[in-house]
């Protein structure tokens, strides 16, 4: 695996690195990702969304004549790989790293990245990642906070319901997820759920669980799973015959989840993400996906968007600001960017998206059901 992930980051880089005085010239960029292993389809789509960026940056010249040089590393499945690999990629001294979609990847490496003093730029929900006060940290995905506001908001007012049950995985976007929405509900809305069930990320049975949610009398059902144990929770709530609203968290929309549930399965759930671009009906975004799928003959999701938009912004800071980590750094704490799904501007906690999207299935065509938004504090 070693040498395969060298071999392919070799061929990523993109500054010349048979001529050795223009390499030292570059911008280094460093990838971590998931690219082995149960979550490598979304660290692909991580992965293609950067490299289109890097591409289209560089074939207009770099930033300021300087071409982005990228190096990159498999953070495999589990934190001590994703450490592994980081120290790895800093020692070619980049000015910037983009890191892994998975919460307890990022929780390990934030440290190190924090003693290096390189900007980190990553994409989990997991609440607890911009909690840890790493100033070099920025979340280029909808924090818990806003995720949880979103889909509470959209249950209690559009949907009129109220008594809500959570199931949720039981590791730390799981349980991050159920504490926001419980706040969420008794400040906001002086309610409480009237279950809370967990499950492991391992089980394939959670039909005790889903028991214990019907006979709780709920009315609507959150569901927050990781992309690898989601669609057997989908799976079994319908062979329960749960007859209510159920929204899911955004791991139900990647494409090896969505092959593991038929229309059935999927028709009628609602899901929170902070966007699909598939069929986001902003005509920027849909010449996007076409430029995405003509390089990379795959329709992008949104993890894909969004390491696109932190590469675009880091680019856009080092041409204003200047490229050493700390102009990077205080340049993503100020400038704000006008991303494909709104603005990205960072609030105090260094969380980039402020805006998400709940959608409903129809078979297994999502359909846009409104775009809600969350005032940053900056």
């Not at 490299?51 to 940056?57: K, N, S």
């Not at 696109?308 to 400038?335: N, P, T, W």
């Not at 603005?343 to 402020?354: I, K, L, P, R």
Request: net charge positive; no cysteine.
């Amino acid at each position: 695996m070693r040498k395969t992930v060298l071999k392919f980051a070799a061929m990523l880089v993109v500054a010349g690195a048979a001529l050795p005085a223009l390499a030292q010239q570059s911008h280094k960029f460093a990838f971590v990702m998931p690219l082995s292993g149960p979550f490598a389809v979304v660290g692909a789509s991580q992965q293609q969304g950067a490299m289109l960026a890097v591409e289209e940056i560089n074939a207009k010249g770099g930033i300021k004549g300087r071409k982005i040089e990228v190096t990159v590393e498999d953070s495999g499945p589990a934190p001590t790989t994703a450490v592994t690999a980081l120290r790895r990629v800093m020692g070619g001294n980049p000015v910037a790293v983009f890191g892994p979609f998975l919460g307890t990847q990022v929780l390990a490496m934030s440290p190190e990245t924090q003693k290096a003093n390189v900007p980190f730029l990553v994409l989990p929900g997991t609440l607890k990642v911009t909690q840890l006060g790493n100033p070099w940290l920025f979340r280029f995905q909808v924090t818990d906070m806003v995720s949880r506001a979103v889909t509470v908001k959209y249950t209690v007012d559009k949907l009129q319901k109220k008594k809500i049950a959570l199931l949720h995985v039981n590791d730390e976007y799981g349980i991050g997820g159920r504490d926001a929405t419980i706040n969420i509900l008794k400040s906001e809305y002086n309610l409480a759920p009237v279950a809370v069930e967990t499950y492991a990320s391992t089980d394939r049975d959670v039909s005790a669980q889903i028991s214990k949610v019907k006979s709780s009398g709920a009315d609507v059902l959150h569901v927050q799973g990781n992309s690898g144990d989601i669609a057997a929770v989908i799976k079994q709530l319908r062979q329960q015959k749960f007859e209510h609203p159920i929204i899911a968290s955004v791991g139900l929309t990647t494409p090896a989840t969505m092959a593991l549930l038929d229309q059935g399965e999927t028709d009628g759930v609602y899901v929170e993400s902070a966007g699909m671009p598939t069929v986001d009906p902003n005509p920027t975004v849909k010449e996007w996906v076409k430029a995405y799928e003509a390089r990379w003959k795959r329709s992008p999701d949104v993890f894909a968007v969004q390491n696109y938009e932190a590469i675009k912004m880091v680019a856009q800071v080092i041409e204003s600001k200047g490229a050493d980590r700390e102009a990077i750094r205080k340049g993503l704490r100020e400038v704000r960017y006008p991303g494909l799904l709104g603005e990205v501007v960072a609030d105090q906690e260094g969380n980039m998206y402020h805006t998400s999207r709940i959608y409903r299935f129809e078979g297994k065509t999502p359909k846009l059901m409104e775009a809600i938004s969350v005032k940053p504090k900056l």
